[in-house]
């Protein structure tokens, strides 16, 4: 039988010697963090190693950056802390289904309010009234004044839209259209109605700015999971927990500045707002603390490669996620298997004809065997993309312990190279043999995903 619970927040510290502390087969989650995460983070919890998560999910970027109390650009939630996950193995997530809420939203490309923060407008955001770090806000009214700081009523949010857009969705989430000034106004004055935020979310609400420089735009929708992994060996904010947007923190305010050295040791790359994590992909990722804390951030309703505008179309929903441990496995960033229809052209596994065809040639040439392989996918971050391609390539050698010059190659005749986010998050993917796939522990889920026995 399940257990179920919707309030089951447990210090991480507390846990192990909690030897009465019920594990959860599946876990309603529906609590958020203030935008910081890692080993003091307050972790729910604990899940049964397979268990599932159900989590509510709040948008990203805009709405906690027009947030001073939200510390980053990301209202995550509390991190799950996993039965078995010990510091040096890895946790598989299943993403079995992803569901919006969100009737409409709003994102565009950002400006700083240079008086509005210090240092970073993600990191330290200070009042121009009364001075206050981090102060509460209200929101009165619409427009990029109508965010206002508690204490002395000046408006406050740090940032403002350059270029900005409200976009609305049909009711099968397949097709988006910006709207225009009339319709912006509306999801503006109604934000409850349309963006639907989670009861708990405390971020204000992005479709307030009413935006509308880009109108009468249609396009389609591929809902994905922009924020998604286990928590960092060290506490950071959530937006800041890869390899690409964490050098925001080299010049960070002390209290919140590593080093290059330490962001590499620490980070999760959590932080991935790549397309690929639609429903029914699979995510390996590197365990940093015991109990890994596995955690949500928000969806986005659709992103083109690169994500060049620095944001896009974020919305509320509902995930659900199967959890499980892999024992002492050799991830050192985020593995991935996307969709069969995801892959590069070619890293997808021969159709049986093609199959055929390679068995002819082998036969011209008196090639006795011909390899069976399957397509596995890495994470790779950097300060730019050559930087992020170095990391992914890196990562996959050691995954595969197979040399970076053979990694290249595979890369080039049966794989490819993909642009995950600007300025340095890449996916590199690739076929590899069923041997190697089994010493690296992942031929089962390779196997599983593209249905190859």
Wanted: aromatic content about 6%.
């Amino acid at each position: 039988m399940n257990n179920y619970s919707t309030d089951v927040s447990t210090p991480l510290e507390s846990l192990p010697e909690q030897q009465s502390t019920k594990t959860f087969e599946t876990l309603f989650v529906n609590e958020f963090t203030d935008g910081l995460i890692g080993p003091e983070s307050e972790f729910l919890g604990p899940l049964r190693d397979g268990g599932t998560i159900i989590a509510t999910t709040a948008p990203g970027c805009w709405g906690p950056m027009l947030t001073p109390a939200i510390k980053g650009t990301q209202e995550v939630t509390k991190p799950v802390y996993i039965e078995g996950a010990e510091v040096g193995d890895a946790v598989i997530i299943e993403v079995q289904s992803i569901q919006m809420t969100s009737l409409a939203t709003a994102s565009g490309v950002e400006e700083r309010i240079v008086d509005r923060y210090i240092s970073d407008p993600f990191l330290k955001v200070k009042c121009p009234g009364c001075g206050k770090l981090h102060p509460q806000t209200y929101v009165e009214g619409i427009g990029p004044q109508s965010i206002r700081c508690a204490t002395c009523q000046t408006p406050t949010a740090p940032v403002k839209m350059a270029n900005g857009y409200t976009v609305a969705f049909d009711d099968q989430q397949e097709v988006a259209l910006t709207v225009g000034k009339e319709g912006t106004r509306k999801v503006a004055s109604e934000p409850e109605s349309y963006l639907r935020l989670p009861e708990n979310s405390i971020q204000n609400p992005v479709v307030r700015l009413a935006s509308s420089d880009v109108v009468g735009v249609a396009t389609r929708m591929r809902p994905f999971i922009a924020e998604l992994g286990t928590v960092p060996s060290k506490q950071i904010p959530a937006s800041n927990n890869a390899g690409d947007t964490g050098r925001a923190l080299f010049k960070a305010p002390l209290d919140m500045r590593l080093t290059e050295q330490e962001l590499r040791e620490h980070c999760t790359d959590g932080h991935l707002h790549t397309p690929h994590l639609r429903e029914g992909a699979v995510l390996i990722c590197p365990v940093r603390v015991k109990g890994a804390g596995v955690y949500i951030g928000d969806i986005h309703a659709l992103q083109g490669a690169g994500g060049v505008a620095g944001h896009a179309p974020s919305v509320s929903g509902i995930v659900q996620l199967k959890i499980s441990v892999l024992k002492k496995a050799d991830v050192s960033g985020p593995v991935l298997f996307p969709l069969l229809e995801d892959l590069p052209p070619l890293a997808k596994p021969l159709t049986r004809e093609e199959n055929r065809q390679a068995r002819e040639i082998s036969e011209d040439y008196q090639l006795k065997q011909i390899e069976e392989s399957f397509p596995v996918s890495v994470v790779g971050t950097g300060a730019s993309l050559n930087e992020a391609t170095a990391n992914a390539i890196a990562r996959m050698s050691i995954l595969t312990n197979m040399s970076i010059e053979e990694v290249k190659n595979r890369l080039t005749i049966c794989g490819g190279i993909e642009v995950g986010r600007m300025p340095g998050l890449i996916v590199a993917t690739a076929q590899f043999p069923k041997t190697v796939l089994k010493q690296a522990k992942v031929f089962k889920i390779a196997r599983k995903q593209y249905n190859r026995y």
